[in-house]
């Protein structure tokens, strides 16, 4: 990717997640007529990293941590990128990728990396609960289901792995190693083993949404939707951010932009990649309703997710970008559009996966019912960039969740703005490999794509390579 992203397309595909949030007061919204002069600390975007840092931000103790006036500033509506695309699904690597992080970290960052995605699950749970929030949010378990004797081994390999190096395993990882109980338990007949591990699920768009609201109505956020920032300049005081429709002096930027981060900072052009994904609803056939619901959550096959929503039944399922080369998805910033391949692909790939779910059975209205597309922020090692940019002092940044974020965002958000309250980086707890440092971005630019069983290294440079 030798270029920058661009700006999100104006006619983005709708999600099941933004059909069903059509009568949020929130589209449209813009707290004032006009923008204001100044502001405190200015965010640009409003998916979930953009409106939780406003949330912890406005929300600190004591009060007199929290800054005065914070304006966020989204380029379409009100949480309408990766965040109202997503899978639904909050699920904690437990032990999976440790292997990768092991090798480019160390043991110590790789194993603050795992705890921080179950610190993530604990602390959306936590939030929901506090505020009161309706997002269907589900808390139970999840399989890891290899499909073949290669991906058992390797989920076998990076569980011992885990264990040996004292990552807490004991009541938290169930491996179920017998194929045969695998495809019991899992009701998938092509299991050759499964790991049953912590999981959450939730409607993430009603989350935000929630989120947002609570902070206009109660903590003075001014939000600006349709409102693109086309340029960030620096001044003696801080930054003027640039939109269309005016610009506003601020002494702190937060940028929440995720794929499109480079258009606004192209120091990231290589290091934060645009990846298109899909994504599909989906109403199931009998034997997968009422009594026959799934319990758990699933991760299967080439890198597919699998959700069945507690509050109506319907299949959340994504993923199979490995029906298509992977050059049409890398850099690709279309979310207006969908690949009938990767639609085919989950179309076709569940009654392979489930037992009972027999595609030729299906009456009218079952089967999948939408699919939609959405861009993530893939980096350079598979971890985002959170905290104040080397570079530029008062310029924070909470980006590139490589497609993982509802498992890394809410402990990020809440480490950001306590960062741009002015608390050491050890005070976040997170893991010091986020923290976006010269070094990470004097490394060579690729793209790192994670599957079961294998390590995708593509784009080298400035051109493409498998």
Known sequence: MSSTPGFPSSRPSVSFWLQHTRNSPLLGHRTTQNLPVKSDVTIVGSGLSGVATAYFLLTAEPEDRRPSSVTLFEAREACDGATARNGGHCRPDCYRDYKYYKDDFG???????????????????????????????????????????????HLAAAYAEFAADGGPVHGIITPILDPAQAREQTRCPAATAAYKTPAGSLFPRKLVLHLLALCI??????????????????????????????????????????????????????????????????????????????????????????????????????GQRRSVPVERLLGNTDDESTIAEMTKALNDSLPRYLDGFDQESLAEGEGMVHVWSGIMGYTTEGVPYVGELHDKPGAFICAGHHGHGMARIMTCARGLAQLIQGDSWEATGLPECFQPTQKRLARPAKAVVHNIGKQDIIGQGQGWEA
């Not at 603050?112 to 995605?117: F, G, R, S, T």
């Not at 609960?129 to 589900?138: R, T």
């Not at 290589?270 to 009422?290: L, R």
Request: net charge negative.
């Open 107 to 153: 043991r110590e960052q790789a194993l603050k990396i795992i705890q921080n995605e179950m610190d993530t699950l604990n602390l959306t749970e936590e939030i929901i609960a506090k505020e009161g929030i309706d997002c269907d949010f589900w808390r139970g378990h999840t399989y890891d289901i290899p499909m073949d004797i290669a991906s058992a081994e």
């Open 217 to 318: 109505e109660k903590h003075g956020l001014n939000f600006q939707s349709n409102t693109p920032v086309r340029r960030v300049v620096s001044t003696s005081d801080g930054w003027l951010v640039e939109t269309d429709r005016g610009a506003v002096e601020t002494q702190k930027v937060v940028y929440a932009t995720n794929a499109f981060t480079a258009t606004l900072l192209p120091e990231f052009i290589g290091h934060i990649w645009p990846f298109k994904g899909q994504c599909s609803a989906i109403v199931p056939p009998d034997a997968y309703a009422g009594k026959g619901m799934l319990r758990e959550t699933y991760a299967l096959g080439n890198g597919e997710y699998l959700i069945q929503r507690p509050a109506d039944g319907i299949m959340i399922y994504g």
